[in-house]
């Protein structure tokens, strides 16, 4: 079941608000979750950008994405700040022994349910129906939270993807 997003993301946070996806190469399992949302929680409380408290948000879907915003209309987020999140995002890989990096692999929507394919085989799955046009892709480069409500799933037909694999 494909989540709404404006009732997950906070209300509280600007449209501008920065936004992060590290998509896992696998599912989480319960166990890992419970884990990666304490070490999200700690995080958040204490994300500091220049000394000052960054207003931040983290949280995890379909159980194998993870998402960090921070909402810069109080604190802007710079290098070493964003570092701090790459380093838990760099935890959590060795923790669970995932890859939370790998720009190779990409995620659809398919039979409601996560599957990802490796960007060199997304030609073999379009042309043999596996993935379609209207087959939704999570377009993990989205910068904002309106941009990743509006998005972040669309269909492949209005994603990059159409240009170099549909026809």
Request: aromatic share 12%; charged share 20%.
């Amino acid at each position: 079941m494909l989540v709404a997003l404006p009732e997950i993301l906070p209300e509280n946070f600007s449209a501008t608000s920065k936004v992060w996806i590290y998509q896992s190469n696998r599912l989480f399992s319960m166990g890992e979750v419970f884990e990666i949302e304490t070490l999200l929680e700690d995080f958040v409380a204490q994300w500091k950008s220049h000394g000052a408290k960054v207003k931040g948000f983290a949280t995890i879907l379909y159980g194998q994405f993870i998402v960090l915003m921070a909402d810069e209309t109080q604190t802007g987020v710079g290098g070493c700040s964003t570092d701090s999140s790459v380093h838990v995002i760099k935890q959590i890989e060795v923790l669970c022994n995932v890859q939370m990096f790998n720009r190779e692999l990409l995620a659809f929507w398919v039979k409601e349910k996560v599957e990802t394919i490796p960007v060199a085989q997304v030609g073999y799955a379009v042309e043999n129906g596996i993935l379609k046009p209207d087959t939704l892709y999570f377009n993990n480069l989205v910068n904002h939270k309106a941009e990743m409500e509006l998005k972040w799933l669309q269909p492949i037909s209005e994603s990059w993807l159409a240009k170099k694999y549909l026809k």
